[in-house]
């Protein structure tokens, strides 16, 4: 299946065939600054806001690849299981599976109502295109999770998925062009 044909059904996999050489797109402004975010919430040790933020992230990533930004269950376990693994500077770290990541959101109440059918992530979306709103931040520093300290491993989720977004837009979305196309869509919402 190449990429440029990315029709799949619920439960098939976001990971691409083939790996993309160089991607043809810089990196999306509106989704660095949400991880800018993130990673700001999790330096500044808010976690309550941090981590809804971060367990969004899966369903952001599945909507985005979908030509109606449609997202559900399976496509968020799909999702994290192609992209969310132990960081490489730290294996020593365990990150979550799949189906502990889609608990953690349903505890923390990210769009329930993708639980039963698939749908719009609206919130997610929704705080995500907000960040094309903010003026341009000043580079922040990418957060290591010595300075964050230890919240229950809620940091080290936060950690393993912003550093499962950075990899799937720079390895496959950023070449996307449903990705590129949604993100662009999110940008002239009002």
Sequence with gaps: MSIESHQRSEGQSVLPSAPRSRPRHGSSRMLESYLGDIEYLLRERLWAEAVPLALALPHIGAALAHSDLVSSRERYLGWCNDWVRPLQDDTSLSVPGPEELYRMA???????????????????????????????????????????????????????????????????AAGDPTVQNNLARLAVLR
Excluded: K, M
């Excluded at 039963?116 to 907000?130: E, F, K, M, T, Y």
């Excluded at 999770?145 to 989720?157: F, H, Q, R, S």
């Excluded at 936060?158 to 799937?168: I, K, N, S, T």
């Design 106 to 172: 349903e505890e923390q109440r990210v769009e329930p109502q993708l639980a039963a059918c698939a749908g719009v992530p609206v919130s997610a979306l929704r705080q995500l295109r907000l960040r094309r709103l903010s003026r341009a931040a000043p580079p922040r520093r990418r957060v290591p999770l010595t300075e964050v300290g230890d919240a229950n491993g809620e940091p080290e989720v936060c950690a393993a998925l912003l550093d499962a977004v950075r990899r799937w837009y720079g390895d496959w």
